[in-house]
């Protein structure tokens, strides 16, 4: 499937660009004067350019003339749209973008805009003309890339690596060998993933080593990006001993010749480096299900070709692993120094930050290490300082590069450019997915798919990358969620060496200084470090006048940025203590995505004329404190996401956000009571958050009241009108002995929610709507009393189908004990429990919890009589809740904190 994004590293903005041109063609410009048929001429020409630029992104090598032709075009395409963007601002700003040629006043104005897109269009014109002669000149439209040199694959090398001299290879390969000699008779297929130069092949071979002869028969097969399947698998047939025949070139006569000759042997075989689910799809037709304890082992780059290998039996995949920090060093130090010989003083220092970088992937160990042998110090800090230029034209660095850009190659033309995008982020950052997923929306990278919003799509885009082990995951949530990534060392050089070659970002670590030559820089990441202030120079700011994502890290934000008016994505990452002031903000008319990540209680101050950024879509400043909420923030007809901090207040008027998607943090004190009502009526709303203590302000009980009978009416309305309500999150400081009788019986239900976090408040008992709450994976209750019977007790909590995580607060001493019950009709989908009382009675009937991965007990023992339970035994000095060895084997945490310590 050919994915179509309004931007991309290699083909520029031109799809945004042919957009735009497209608009221009429409009913609203018509009456400018010879617009129709100069713009008709250009979208010919353009679109005939495009579709030869989507032809070059294919290749994966051009020649100087081809690559000098594409750069043209694509920096082309940026200045045109951005052209295009100043006159259609122009005419919406003078009167005649809509509904224009309304005023006779106005005919002077007109006249003179009509004359201004006239000049433009024909500057257009020229310049698209001059790339459409070079085009000829050069037969591009004929160009073939022809390579001459054929490059040793890496994975051969790896087969035949001595294994004596490999390093922290024993373990895994010992794991692997246990999970695949079971005594389980039928066919079983296990899978290797992780990341390219993890050492995959290698680790494969030693287990095909270690296994030799204790199978009928074994083979060991490679698979290239693009397979011939009829070569392949008659490789396979050769290997296993089987006969050719004259038939085998057909691929159903050699899945059939492989399964005769596997039928009644027991066999094993490795399928090394797959890309894609279709090709297992066709090799594994060809491994009969004999009972003779076979297997297949295969490895991949990607998640899901794994899962897809295993059959989804997600026991049967092995995460490799970096290597430690004991076994990169004696693997580099091996290479360089001989085995078994220690590192020179000397060379402690600047191999310890070498090899910070390498983070345990053994293939750029080897290729450093290799680069270093005989080398003198000054060569070392060389390569230390200088790592990321490595990449060019050093021939000891080629395997790594080969490999690294083997993956890179690999990913359609939209991954390419998302994972180029990470590169605006310092090394070792951790990145947020949402974060990235509504940048990469803003830059126009996401492609528009069917049935699927853009965020959707991004976060499909960010799975993917993690899917194919090209970003490292960081957080996980409840739901094997990913939330955050880091980019590998290695990977972000490559990834800074392919930006810097497509021109598509800027990278400054010094303010006074601009890179870049001649080219115009489109995105740019600014870092700085140092404590005090620092003025940009105005050369800086004139090479940045057409810069399309501006990212800072350190204490270098400057107002004169404020100019800067083709920015889409503002992101801030400030280390300064002063506040930040962001009053010019207001010029960034084509601003999408703004970010301030500060330090808690750092001021930032929003402009008073916000409602001029008519794009913007994401306002996140939740960790400052906001100086002013300017009123007019309703009156942003984009804006999705809303984050500020816990203690602001939101203007009135808040339900003309009608895309507003996220909202946080809400303070329900702060906030009018109309504003509380106002939510009902954001109808696309997903996730919201909300704080509130009551002791601001110090309201009196019917004040509570009321604002908590809004907030019900609203999630009501919310829960009727949507089905897009699917988080709702209140941090409150709330006493317990205030009724909350209106919640007890909330109707309707918001029974579309996965997430409910009610941290802070109290109820009386469970409610008994929370029962109609369906899809609820997480939820975080408190209650007074726990009553122990079907209708108000942990049955309630039981029967909910899709629940993964409860952490369930008890505040009174419970007058029964707690069974959680062997049902199989109760907390089936449950992984996580975290269960808090002062006095904790509970057991576990066998067959409970089925699923739990990790269990937290919180309870306080002083006073509890020795023997008044019974639910209590002793087991090494620590005392247990009876059944605790009914719980499933793949329980993997277990945490008690008796008396405020954890045990």
Not at 211 to 226: H, I, M, P, R, T
Not at 298 to 308: E, G, K, P, Q, Y
Not at 501 to 525: C, M, W, Y
Not at 880 to 890: F, M, Q, Y
Request: with cysteine.
């Amino acid at each position: 499937m050919v994915v179509s994004t309004m931007a991309s590293a290699s083909t520029g903005v031109m799809n945004s660009l042919l957009a735009k041109l497209a608009t221009l063609m429409g009913e609203e410009y018509r009456k400018i004067k010879g617009v129709r048929n100069k713009v008709a001429s250009l979208q010919g020409e353009l679109n005939s350019m495009n579709a030869l630029l989507v032809k070059l992104a294919g290749m994966d090598e051009l020649d100087v003339q081809a690559k000098e032709w594409r750069d043209q075009v694509r920096e082309m395409t940026y200045d045109i749209e951005d052209c295009i963007d100043d006159f259609m601002r122009d005419l919406a700003e003078k009167g005649t973008g809509t509904g224009f040629l309304k005023k006779t006043g106005e005919r002077l104005k007109k006249l003179k805009v009509r004359y201004q897109i006239a000049n433009k269009i024909q500057e257009i014109e020229t310049r698209v003309n001059g790339v459409h002669e070079r085009r000829m000149r050069y037969k591009i439209d004929e160009y073939t890339p022809s390579s001459t040199i054929v490059p040793v694959d890496p994975r051969v090398v790896a087969m035949y690596a001595d294994a004596a001299g490999l390093v922290g290879i024993h373990a895994p390969r010992d794991e692997l060998v246990k999970l695949l000699t079971g005594e389980e008779k039928e066919l079983r297929v296990a899978s290797v993933v992780g990341f390219g130069g993890l050492g995959k092949t290698t680790l494969a071979n030693e287990v095909y080593r270690k296994l030799q002869g204790k199978f009928d028969c074994q083979a060991f097969v490679s698979v290239s990006q693009n397979p011939d399947m009829s070569s392949l698998l008659s490789n396979l047939l050769s290997k296993l001993g089987g006969q050719q025949s004259s038939q085998t070139g057909k691929l159903n006569d050699l899945i059939d010749s492989i399964r005769t000759h596997l039928m009644n042997k027991r066999y094993f075989i490795i399928i090394d480096d797959l890309w894609d689910s279709s090709a297992w799809n066709i090799i594994r037709c060809a491994f009969p299900q004999n009972i003779g304890g076979s297997r297949v082992l295969t490895t991949t780059r990607i998640h899901s070709v794994a899962l897809a290998c295993c059959s989804n039996r997600k026991e049967y995949i092995y995460k490799i692993k970096s290597l430690d920090e004991e076994d990169s060093r004696r693997l580099f130090f091996s290479r360089i120094f001989g085995p078994g010989e220690n590192c020179p003083v000397e060379f402690e220092e600047v191999s310890a930050d070498i090899l910070k970088r390498c983070g345990g992937l053994p293939l750029a160990i080897i290729s450093i290490s290799s680069l270093l042998a005989g080398q003198s110090k000054p060569m070392w800090e060389y390569v230390r300082n200088s790592l990321g230029s490595m990449f060019e034209g050093n021939p000891t660095l080629d395997e790594m590069k080969q490999i690294l850009d083997l993956s890179y190659r690999n990913l359609p033309r939209h991954l390419k450019t998302c994972l180029l995008y990470l590169g605006i982020y310092p090394e070792d950052h951790e990145i947020m997915k949402n974060d990235l997923s509504r940048q990469w929306i803003a830059e126009g990278f996401v492609s528009t798919v069917h049935g699927l919003d853009a965020e959707d799509v991004a976060g499909s885009y960010f799975n993917e990358l993690i899917n194919r082990s090209m970003i490292q995951p960081v957080i996980k949530n409840y739901n094997d969620e990913v939330l955050s990534c880091r980019v590998h060392d290695i990977m972000l050089d490559l990834i800074r060496s392919k930006s810097a070659e497509e021109n598509f970002i800027a990278v400054i670590d010094d303010p006074q200084l601009v890179t870049g030559g001649h080219k115009k820089i489109r995105r740019v990441s600014l870092y700085y470090d140092g404590e005090e202030h620092v003025m940009i120079p105005a050369t800086t700011i004139e090479s940045l006048s057409q810069v399309r994502t501006v990212a800072v890290f350190g204490s270098i934000f400057s107002p004169s940025f404020l100019k800067l008016r083709y920015t889409r994505v503002l992101h801030l990452v400030c280390s300064e203590s002063q506040g930040l002031d962001l009053t010019g903000l207001c010029g960034l008319v084509m601003l999408r995505y703004l970010k301030v990540k500060c330090k808690l209680f750092f001021k930032v101050k929003l402009p008073t004329q916000i409602g001029k950024l008519q794009q913007l879509e994401t306002i996140d400043v939740e960790g400052a404190w906001i100086v002013n909420i300017p009123s007019d923030i309703v009156r942003l007809p984009q804006l999705s996401h809303l984050t500020v901090g816990k203690d602001t207040l939101l203007p009135d008027g808040i339900g003309q956000l009608k895309c507003l998607r996220t909202l946080g943090w809400f303070d329900l004190i702060r906030n009018s009571v109309g504003n509380i009502e106002f939510l009902g009526e954001l109808t696309n709303l997903t996730k919201l958050r909300i704080i509130f203590d009551w002791k601001i302000g110090s309201p009196d009980n019917a004040t509570l009241a009321r604002r908590l009978e809004a907030l019900g009416s609203s999630l009501g309305r919310l829960s009727q009108s949507s089905n897009s309500f699917k988080s709702l999150v209140l941090e409150m400081k709330y006493p317990s002995w205030l009724p909350l009788h209106g919640w007890i019986t909330l109707s309707p239900s918001p029974r579309h929610l996965r997430v409910l976090s009610l941290d802070g408040l109290w109820f009386s008992r469970i409610p008994k709507w929370i029962a109609e709450l369906r899809d609820l994976k997480a939820l975080v209750l408190m209650i007074t009393e726990l009553v122990c019977n079907d209708d108000a007790g942990v049955d309630i909590l039981a029967r909910l189908p899709s629940l993964v995580l409860l952490k369930l607060c008890i505040r009174d001493y419970p007058q029964e004990r707690v069974v959680i019950s062997g049902s199989v009709a109760k907390f089936q989908a449950l992984e996580y429990l975290v269960f808090q009382c002062p006095k904790l009675f509970m057991s576990f009937e066998v067959g409970a919890l089925p699923r739990l991965q990790s269990l937290y007990l919180r309870f306080n023992l002083d006073g509890l009589p020795p023997l008044a339970t019974s639910i209590w035994e002793q087991d090494g000095g620590m005392r247990l809740p009876v059944g605790i060895e009914h719980l499933p084997a793949g329980l993997r945490q277990v945490n008690f904190e008796k008396n405020g310590l954890q045990q």
